[in-house]
């Protein structure tokens, strides 16, 4: 089944840096990879997501990239504010007729200090 | 007009015991799903409903009976807890077929076996 790695499990910035977070994932069937963020005590809340057919996709101050071959994708923020203080999750699905089982990495905690 | 419903937020109960949490939306979603979230934060699928019928079995000790009586609701009955089963669970529904696949998470219940 699909296995997925997140890093850093922790990641510090200032604020007004940028944070990136790594993901890997092991299925190449696997063709749907959201990312969720959890604040302290709330509940996981998408934030971006892109399907396989894409490369990069961009919100505002927040992109992720794609690498089909390495079968990786990354999480990019920039300018960082204290409220992206979070817990970030990526993962990773097959899309089959519009079902999903979502498979989550181990989390990043990312603290953005003032 | 909350999206995702969880009830209890909070439950405390004894090994042995057998207890139930409830899930109930409004979005109109033909999906639902429960996820476990242990002390270390790690997100898992446990079980994914469609139109009441059983989608998604992860390997979960058969003490976790999940109950779709309709699309807005799936439950989630656990038998002879165990300390192991400490844990927040999240309830999570989606619609297939709109474009999106976003999974709009409940609020958890977090579950305290002593």
């Known amino acids: 089944g699909e296995n997925v790695e997140q890093h850093p499990s922790t990641l510090s910035v200032q604020e007004g840096d940028s944070a990136v977070i790594k993901c890997t994932y092991s299925d190449s069937a696997s063709n749907y990879f959201p990312w969720y963020k959890q604040e302290l005590g709330k509940r996981p809340q998408l934030i971006i997501d892109?399907?396989?057919?894409?490369g990069e996709k961009k919100d505002q101050r927040i992109a992720v990239t794609l690498n089909k071959t390495a079968k990786h994708f990354s999480l990019h923020i920039t300018e960082t504010q204290p409220e992206d203080s979070a817990v970030y999750f990526c993962a990773a699905s097959l899309l089959n007729t519009g079902f999903q089982k979502l498979v989550f990495g181990t989390g990043t905690r990312l603290l953005v200090s003032p | 007009d909350t999206a995702v419903s969880q009830t209890p937020k909070y439950l405390v109960t004894q090994m042995g015991n057998d207890k139930s949490i409830k899930c109930e939306q409004n979005l109109g979603h033909d999906t639902m799903y429960w996820y476990k979230q242990d002390s270390k934060k790690f997100l898992k699928i446990m079980f994914s409903?469609?139109?009441?019928?059983?989608?998604i079995n992860e390997t979960v000790p058969n003490r976790f009976s999940p109950k779709s009586p309709d699309k807005a609701h799936l439950n989630l009955h656990i038998n002879s807890l165990e300390l192991g089963d400490s844990a927040v669970y999240f309830c999570?529904?989606?619609?297939?077929?709109?474009?999106?696949?976003?999974?709009?998470f409940g609020p958890g219940t977090r579950l305290t076996v002593t």
């Open positions: 409903y469609n139109n009441k019928e059983l989608i």
């Open positions: 892109i399907r396989s057919n894409v």
């Open positions: 999570a529904s989606s619609q297939r077929g709109r474009g999106s696949y976003e999974q709009y």
